[in-house]
């Protein structure tokens, strides 16, 4: 697993020349409309934040939306009550295989809240981690991540993508 520290590298100056990556590397191809650049400005905006957090002191989901930028908090849909969260778990355990995993597929569209987001950041259950990125043209963004195995959850690397300002996200392959 990635420090904090070295991932915070890998966000500001990008990997070094001959290392090496302790997992595997996946690349993403973001599809923005011409704002390629301020895509990944954005994403390393809300990474930087993220990262600069110490994990003996995670902050509250309530803390979460004064840290984070306020053009990202905005972006994400409002978090539920827990009253709603309830009602929505008795509804989804009683849906089907087939339905849970359509509903999967619309999901992986929609909005999510910052604490729906940032509980993937949380020091045990991150999945992936920032190793590179590189824009190919104004409307080409890519983004290579570090993984321990795979599949692996990207939902939140899809959202930071979209809230940033990307239209549409793709798996691009192992690098």
């Not at 420090?3 to 996946?26: I, M």
């Not at 994403?43 to 930028?69: N, Y």
């Not at 991150?126 to 993984?147: G, K, Q, S």
Request: charged residues 25%; hydrophobic residues 40%.
């Amino acid at each position: 697993m990635m420090s904090r520290t070295d991932e915070l590298r890998h966000l500001t100056q990008g990997a070094e020349l001959n290392e090496k990556p302790q997992g595997l590397l996946v690349l993403f191809k973001a599809l923005c409309h011409d704002n390629a650049a301020t895509v990944l400005l954005r994403c390393r905006e809300v990474m930087r934040v993220v990262l600069e957090q110490g994990a003996e002191e995670w902050p509250s989901d309530e803390e979460w939306h004064s840290l984070l930028p306020k053009w990202f908090v905005e972006r994400c849909s409002p978090d539920e009550t827990p009253e709603e969260q309830e009602q929505w778990l008795i509804w989804w355990e009683g849906l089907s295989l087939e339905e849970k995993n359509e509903i999967f597929e619309q999901e992986h569209e929609a909005d999510w809240s910052v604490s729906d987001w940032i509980s993937w950041f949380e020091p045990d259950a991150r999945e992936w981690f920032w190793w590179d990125a590189f824009i190919e043209e104004p409307n080409t963004l890519y983004m290579a991540v570090e993984v321990h195995g795979v599949p692996f959850p990207w939902g939140s690397l899809n959202w930071l993508l979209r809230a940033s300002g990307s239209i549409e996200v793709n798996y691009s392959n192992s690098v």
